[in-house]
C-alpha cells in the first residue's frame, strides 16, 4: 500500500509539472488580401529577412485628476498616481528562448520541403544596397512596443538599417529569384496598464499581469515575387493571432493598484475676511516586481511560439506549393 501511495503521488507531480506551462485558447488568423493566396510555386527557397522576439519586460503609467473651484468657493486639489511594474527575467532567458524558437522555426520549414537560404545569399541585391549585416544582432529597446526590449536569435545573419528596414520586400522576393521572404515579429507580454476610473475622487492606475504571446503586432508573414506592373506580390501571406495566446502557469495573475484620493475641502475656514477654501495637490507613485521562474517562462513562452509558427508554416505550405 505504501508503495502504491508513493507511485501515485509521484505521478501526480510529474502531471502538474508537465500541465504547468500550458496555453489558453489557439485561435490563428490570416491577414491581408485573399486575392493574393491563389498562385501556386513550385520554388520552395525561403529567405528569412527577419526574425524577431519583443518582450515586454517593463511597463510604466500615470493618471491625474486636476483640481479646481467647486460650486459655492469649494475646491479641489490635483492628484497624480504613477505605477511603474518590472518582471524579473535575465537577458540570458530571453536570449535562449529566441534562439532556440529561430532552430525549431527553421526544422518546421525543413520537415514541410522548404530550403532556408543563409543570410548573405542576399548581399549583392539591390534592396540591401546601403544595409550593414551582422550575426550578432544586440538587444536593443522595442521600437514597437513600449517597454520591450527586441531579440534576434545569434550567429544567424540579418541585413539591418539604423533608419528602419523596410517591409515591402517584394523587390526582395523578385531579385532573390520568387525566393519566399519571410518576415517573423513576435510579441510577448505580460502586463496591461491603463488608467482606470475609481468611485471617489482622486486618480488611479491599474496593472493586470498576464503572460500571452499577444495579438498586437504577432505575424508571420510571407512574401513570394513581385508582379511587374504595379509592384504588388505575386502571393503572400500573413498568420496573425486572432486573440492573445494566454501562456498559463508562469507569472501569477493578479491587479496592481496604486490610487491617489484628491484632497477636498468641503467645510472652509472661517476668517474676519469670509470663509476660505484650500485644498493640497498629491502625487504618489508606486513600483512592483513581478517574479518569474526562468524554467517555467522559457518553457511556456517557447510552446507558445512554436505553436503558432508551426501551424503558419504549415498553412503557408499548404496555400501556396504544390
Known amino acids: 500500500m505504501k ?11 510529474g502531471i502538474s ?28 527557397n525561403v529567405y528569412i529577412a527577419d526574425f524577431a ?3 515586454q519586460v517593463y511597463s510604466e503609467k500615470s493618471a ?5 473651484s467647486g460650486i459655492y468657493g469649494k475646491v479641489m486639489g490635483g492628484a497624480k498616481a504613477s505605477l511603474a511594474v518590472g518582471l524579473d527575467i535575465s ?22 520541403g522548404f530550403n532556408v537560404m543563409q543570410g548573405d545569399e542576399a548581399k549583392n541585391t539591390n534592396f540591401y544596397k546601403g544595409y550593414k549585416y551582422s550575426t550578432n544582432l544586440g538587444m536593443t529597446p522595442s521600437n514597437t512596443m513600449e517597454g520591450a526590449v527586441t531579440v534576434h536569435p545569434q550567429n544567424v545573419g540579418f541585413f539591418y538599417n539604423e533608419k528602419g528596414s523596410s517591409t515591402n520586400t517584394t523587390k526582395l522576393s523578385k531579385e532573390l529569384n520568387d525566393a519566399a521572404v519571410a518576415r517573423i515579429d513576435l510579441y510577448v507580454e505580460f502586463v496591461k ?24 503586432n504577432t505575424i508571420a508573414h510571407f512574401i513570394v515575387g513581385r508582379n511587374k506592373i504595379g509592384g504588388s506580390p505575386l502571393g503572400e501571406y500573413q498568420g496573425v493571432l486572432k486573440k492573445d495566446l494566454d501562456i498559463d502557469g508562469v507569472i501569477k495573475e493578479e491587479k496592481i493598484t496604486n ?17 476660505v477654501y484650500s485644498a493640497k ?9 513581478v517574479p518569474a521562474d526562468a524554467d517555467k517562462y522559457e518553457k511556456g513562452v517557447e510552446l507558445a511560439i512554436n505553436t503558432f509558427l508551426s501551424h503558419h508554416v504549415s498553412e503557408f505550405k499548404n496555400k501556396f506549393f504544390k
Request: proline content about 3%; overall charge positive; charged content about 25%.
Open 3 to 13: 508503495t502504491r501511495l508513493i507511485i501515485t503521488m509521484a505521478l501526480l507531480m
Open 17 to 44: 509539472t508537465v500541465n504547468a506551462q500550458t496555453l489558453g485558447d489557439f485561435k490563428p488568423g490570416k491577414a491581408g488580401p485573399k486575392s493574393l493566396e491563389r498562385p501556386k510555386f513550385d520554388n520552395k
Open 53 to 55: 522576439v519583443h518582450y
Open 64 to 68: 491625474s485628476k486636476k483640481g479646481g
Open 91 to 112: 537577458q540570458e532567458t530571453l536570449q535562449k528562448i529566441t534562439d532556440e524558437a529561430y532552430a525549431k522555426f527553421i526544422a518546421d520549414l525543413k520537415a514541410n
Open 193 to 216: 496598464t491603463k488608467e482606470s476610473n475609481k468611485s471617489g475622487i482622486g486618480a488611479n492606475v491599474v496593472a493586470k499581469t498576464n503572460l500571452v504571446l499577444s495579438d498586437n
Open 259 to 275: 490610487y491617489v484620493a484628491s484632497d477636498y475641502d468641503n467645510w472652509g475656514t472661517s476668517t474676519a475676511f469670509g470663509t
Open 281 to 289: 495637490n498629491k502625487a504618489t507613485s508606486k513600483a512592483a516586481i
